[in-house]
């Protein structure tokens, strides 16, 4: 037979080198070649049907908050190719929203077209079904929606502030460790400052959409999104059907960052139409639809207190953010988390409060409240170290822990110092001059900034099947999502390596609700969790044809003990598929799972990191360009250095756009974001990207998972504009405590060029 690795997880997690092999994604051939089909572009021929799907546009809201008092259809109804104009007058009966308190927030119900309320400018209040996509929406342009506005709220206050229950993930709204308010007393120097971070939206690179279509009382729903069992859920949930009804596919998703983790309008609309025309229905969003009714990341407003002695050693850190939530939800966003565990100190408090405003909902986005939360305490950092007249990665360095203070708990595994002290050496941080505003090149203003990255980590109970059939072909099947990260790569990787088989052989099947059920890809947690899975499958099949040979009296391998045995039997050699054909000639299978070791609760886990940059302020236009940028990482084992690579340096690339371009603001007046696309919503483009590295430091996490691995697609944004923004003021001695730094933010308080 084939040789194969030891049985063993530990065995074959320790026969998994530290940074693994770089392999090109299995997938890239179908998606660069356009075989791979997304939820949008499904026709007669691949959904089976008798003719090609019809379409479906929404029509949104143009008031924040209000009543309908009348929609008016006549004109839209007698356009041509139009078959159904969906209000809240002719919808089928749904659930109602929520409940609030659901154990899984995506897997609530979520009701559209739900009756005359208004709840935020871009609701949808009508869909138009027709023929082609153009006359559905010019029908949808027909569509008359009269409105009572009442007044509304979209602006942060923390004058009507409430507190919480929870955060998201059901944290604590509110932790203690020490005395915060003695210890911040008794600190010889002190920071207390406010950082305000901007509204900010999704924008991948494909829109949400969904087709749907109805077989009999079965929902089969091709859909954009990341979590497939709990949208499965949510979707039986608001139709009040049954799951085992639903089949939710999603085989290729063109990106998700956290936005498709929920589902939308699309995916009901889409289903109620097919239902009601007895054909399928696809309903996609348009960019500019997608920025108002979808969710986005919620402004916060973060009052940071950080007191030291002066020797650097931190006696106090309280970390304040208010956000918001929209009228009729609870998601508040966890901006103080990181806080929680980062450093060591006397005392530690963190706290949330919340605005529920008029707005459409705020949800995850790639790293959630840690990419937006460390904006606030690593910029406070800086300036204490400003105060103290202290290098910034000395600070850092002297308050590293082992410890989870506020958890009271010890981390897995915590390399961070590592981590920046490689990462000073490679980008000669020993050279930056701590005098702000000291170093000119012409008429640019030369700066050095750096930051900590830190993520807590995840594991979410898993299932796999895998499936070996008479010429050795492996089949793995899990309802798992693949947004782009190289999921399906590393799976495929795993399985390989488990079964001692090329990758040419394995097939890594996901994205359908009829598969084993997954998490899903999201928080991080979708390698490891997913991955131990296909792990545990493989090794229980393994085992099977193990024991299976031991007992052949044909095989070489028949009667010999099973811990000495390798599925090679000392020169004794019987290929796979030649026992395959004999003894399983239909195949055999095995399930795997994968749950949290309740002994894994003893440590806290997370992946670290540190951030370097250095950017060049110009002092005539207020100009920012990011000249060069480091990340070192410590993420536990690797199994794929290119898609590791990729995940990583996509963070750093949305730190940049995050600290100089991304915002977006609602208009007080009408209640709507002034930003509806990407032509004045502005993101880092190619021509900001500067010099990048990204770099992995060999790290075993002996506590998460089998496969001794963490979480690493939003480390990477994680501390990354703190650094530019600790940069900025290296270079001008400015402090922008409100981000994105635009140029107004830098030009009143720039110092004067000398003749």
Not at 440 to 455: H, K, N, Q, S
Not at 480 to 487: A, H, V
Not at 654 to 669: C, F, K, Q, V, Y
Not at 740 to 754: A, G
Request: net charge negative; proline share 6%; aromatic share 6%.
């Amino acid at each position: 037979m084939t040789d194969l690795p030891p049985r063993s997880s530990d065995q074959i997690s320790s026969a998994i080198p530290m940074i693994g092999a770089g392999i090109r994604r299995v997938e890239s051939t179908p998606k660069v070649t356009g075989q791979a089909r997304y939820a949008y572009e499904l026709d007669a021929s691949t959904l089976g049907a008798a003719a090609n799907p019809l379409v479906g546009v929404m029509v949104l809201s143009t008031i924040a908050r209000g009543r309908i008092t009348a929609t008016l259809t006549a004109t839209a109804r007698g356009m041509p190719g139009v078959h159904l104009v969906l209000t809240s007058d002719n919808a089928p009966p749904q659930a109602p929203w929520g409940p609030l308190r659901a154990k899984d927030r995506f897997a609530r119900a979520q009701p559209v077209l739900r009756g005359p309320d208004v709840h935020y400018y871009g609701e949808p209040v009508a869909l138009v079904v027709a023929d082609t996509f153009e006359q559905a929406r010019a029908a949808a342009m027909a569509v008359d929606v009269r409105y009572d506005s009442k007044p509304h709220a979209v602006v942060l206050d923390p004058s009507t502030a409430t507190e919480p229950e929870f955060l998201n993930g059901f944290k604590p709204a509110h932790t203690d460790y020490g005395d915060f308010d003695a210890a911040f007393a008794r600190s010889a120097v002190r920071v207390d400052t406010v950082y305000e971070t901007p509204h900010q939206n999704h924008a991948q690179m494909e829109p949400h959409a969904t087709t749907a279509m109805w077989h009999k009382d079965d929902l089969i729903l091709h859909t954009s999104a990341q979590n497939l069992v709990s949208i499965q859920m949510g979707i039986a949930a608001t139709l009040q059907i049954s799951p085992h009804h639903v089949r939710v596919l999603s085989p290729y998703v063109g990106g998700g960052f956290g936005g498709k983790l929920p589902y939308f309008a699309d995916a009901i609309l889409a289903a109620l139409a097919a239902r009601m025309l007895g054909a399928p229905v696809k309903v996609g969003m348009t960019r500019t639809q997608m920025f108002s009714a979808t969710t986005h990341r919620t402004a916060t407003r973060q009052t940071v207190r950080i007191g030291a002695d002066r020797t650097g050693r931190l006696c106090a850190i309280c970390h304040d953010a208010l956000s918001h939530c929209a009228s009729f939800d609870n998601f508040v966003e966890d901006t103080t988390t990181i806080t929680r565990g980062l450093y060591r100190a006397d005392a530690i408090r963190t706290d949330a409060h919340l605005n529920h405003l008029d707005l459409p909902r705020s949800d995850s986005m790639r790293s959630p409240g840690d990419a937006v939360g460390m904006v606030g305490l690593e910029c406070a950092m800086d300036e204490l170290a400003h105060e103290l007249g202290m290098d910034p990665l000395e600070l850092r360095l002297l308050n590293d822990t082992p410890t989870d203070l506020t958890a009271n708990r010890p981390f897995s595994s915590r390399h961070l110092r590592q981590c920046l002290k490689e990462g000073a050496r490679r980008f000669k941080w020993a050279a930056r001059n701590p005098r702000p505003g000291q170093v000119r090149e012409g008429e640019w203003l030369m700066g050095m900034g750096m930051a900590c990255a830190m993520r807590y980590n995840l594991l979410k109970p898993c299932q796999a099947l895998a499936h070996i059939d008479a010429g050795a072909n492996l089949t793995v099947q899990l309802a798992m999502t693949d947004p782009g990260t190289g999921t399906q790569t590393i799976l495929t990787q795993i399985a390989a390596g488990t079964m001692g088989l090329p990758l040419t052989q394995v097939r890594v099947e996901m994205g359908d609700t009829t598969y084993p059920p997954a998490p899903g890809s999201g928080g991080s947690f979708g390698a490891e969790s997913a991955g131990s899975a296909v792990l545990r499958a493989c090794e229980n099949l393994r085992t099977l044809l193990l024991e299976a040979s031991i007992r052949d009296k044909h095989s070489p391998l028949y009667g010999q003990p099973m811990e000495a045995i390798q599925l090679d039997a000392g020169g004794r050699h019987e290929s796979l598929s030649s026992f395959l054909e004999r003894v399983f000639p239909h195949g055999m299978q095995a399930h795997g799972e994968i749950t949290a070791d309740p002994n894994s609760l003893k440590w806290s886990q997370a992946s670290f990191g540190a951030h370097f940059s250095e950017v060049a302020v110009n002092a005539i236009t207020g100009e920012v360009r990011v000249r060069r940028m480091l990340g070192v990482f410590a993420c536990g084992r690797i199994l794929n250095s290119r898609t590791a690579r990729s995940q990583l340096l996509g963070g750093m690339i949305w730190g940049i756009s995050n600290a100089l371009h991304e915002e977006n603001t609602p208009d007080p007046r009408t209640g709507q974001f002034t930003a509806h696309d990407l032509a004045n919503y502005h993101i880092a483009t190619h021509a900001d990207m500067p010099d990048m590295e990204v770099v992995m430091i060999a790290e075993d996490e002996p506590v998460s998972n089998p496969l001794h691995i963490k979480g690493l697609g939003e480390v990477g944004i994680c501390g990354a504009a703190a650094a530019i923004g600790n940069a900025v003021f290296n270079a001008t001695g400015i402090r922008v405590r409100n981000f994105p730094i635009t140029i107004d933010r830098l030009l009143p308080h720039l110092p004067e060029m000398p003749a």
